[in-house]
């Protein structure tokens, strides 16, 4: 019973620790869900002739509003909700895209980029941090410390440019990025953003649920659930959680089993004692009560001296199977040590019908 909870506890400590630091490593990842106005597209016809389509809809969220996603039925699972405005600006004799962020929550989704200088930090609207991508520092020769002023109509705003974005293939490198503020002086939309990106991490809901939630508080608002990500994530994760069920199911078959067997044979130890008991009128509720009372301490103890000897093992094992350094599991002892003194109890059951099956008087002449 030691041996078998002891494997229970480390299997599900390491693969608990591993599961977390596999969801602390999907922040990495960025969002998992766009947020962003609803529109319609109506087609423009003439006659059979396709003249396009009509947007219809809103094109801005009110940045008054974003604190009500934390609202949600599942709002503890939001590790980050970045919002963005995105227009066109001058710099120089160029037209660029600027995108304006939360630099905290921002810093959370792209943790992987490789800024050469410092992210932004500062709000203003005189004069103001910005980093830039790969493919607008180059051609303009814009690196850690530059001076530039962008435009747009009569709106002009000074800035320094604080860090360079490396190349990451993805949009950013064409951006220019300051703070959400700024950004909202600068193209004349106070209080407006054009998106949020969401980052959810949920490993007993999908994330699509989330998604239904936002959308349920917000009416006028589509969120999209980035599925290719989400379902790669719940694939590993259920892989993880999987691999980790049938190895417990495993354990504690044979642990049973193993109960079993040192209960029968410390019956057929006793049977004079049973058959005692029984001829001195012992009912067969307390032979059967002793066998599981038994059991149960049996289970109990090697619940408790498992749980120790399974953290151990797990605090071996898990940094050099997968990476992690996992921390004692005192919510697990109680279940543990109630699923082994049921197991023991179970396990009693054979040996308890072989000791009711014990014949007093022939256990009496033998005496």
């Known amino acids: 019973m030691v041996v078998a909870s002891a494997a229970l506890v480390a299997v599900v400590t390491t693969f608990s620790a591993a599961t977390d630091s596999l969801y602390e490593e999907s922040n ?34 009110e940045e008054s509003e974003i604190p009500r996603i934390h609202t949600i039925m599942d709002s503890s699972k939001l590790s980050a909700v970045a919002p963005r ?13 600027i995108m304006g ?28 941090d910005v980093m830039v991508g790969s493919d607008v520092a180059t051609p303009m020769g814009l690196t850690e410390g530059s001076s530039i002023t962008l435009r747009n109509g009569n709106i002009s705003m000074d800035a320094q440019v604080s860090g360079v974005i490396e190349s990451t293939g993805g949009n950013e490198d064409a951006y220019v990025i300051l703070p959400l503020a700024a950004s909202q002086h600068l193209l004349g939309r106070e209080g407006k953003v054009s998106s949020l990106e969401v980052r959810a991490l949920c490993n007993t809901c999908p994330v699509e649920e989330i998604s ?11 969120a999209r659930s980035m599925s290719q990500i989400v379902r790669n994530e719940l694939a590993i994760v259920e892989h993880i959680r999987s691999s980790a069920m049938a190895v417990s199911i495993i354990t504690l078959l044979v642990s049973t089993l193993t109960v079993a067997s040192t209960m029968l044979a410390s ?79 179970l396990a009693s059951i054979l040996p308890a019908k072989r000791a009711l099956g014990v014949d007093p008087a022939e256990v009496l002449r033998s005496v």
């Open 28 to 61: 990495n990842f960025g969002a998992n869900i766009i947020v962003r106005p609803e529109v319609k597209t109506i087609p423009l016809l003439a006659g059979s002739t396709s003249m396009g389509s009509l947007l219809v809809g809103e094109n801005y969220i």
């Open 212 to 222: 239904m939630q936002i959308e349920e508080k917000f009416p006028g608002l589509e």
């Open 101 to 128: 962020v939360d630099p905290e929550e921002e810093r959370k989704l792209k943790s992987w980029w490789k800024v050469r200088g410092d992210w932004i930090s500062t709000e203003g609207t005189v004069q103001t």
């Open 267 to 345: 019956v057929n130890e006793k049977l004079k004692e049973i058959g005692i008991m029984r001829a001195v009128g012992a009912s067969d509720a307390q032979v059967v009560s002793m066998l599981l009372f038994e059991g149960a301490i049996i289970g109990a103890v090697g619940g408790i001296i498992g749980f120790v000897m399974g953290t151990i093992v797990s605090s071996i094992a898990a940094p050099l199977l997968v990476q992690v350094t996992p921390l004692p599991m005192w919510s697990i002892l109680l279940p543990v040590t109630g699923v082994c003194v049921l197991t023991g109890m």
């Open 85 to 97: 405005l995105y227009g066109v600006a001058e710099l120089g004799n160029a037209s660029v895209i």
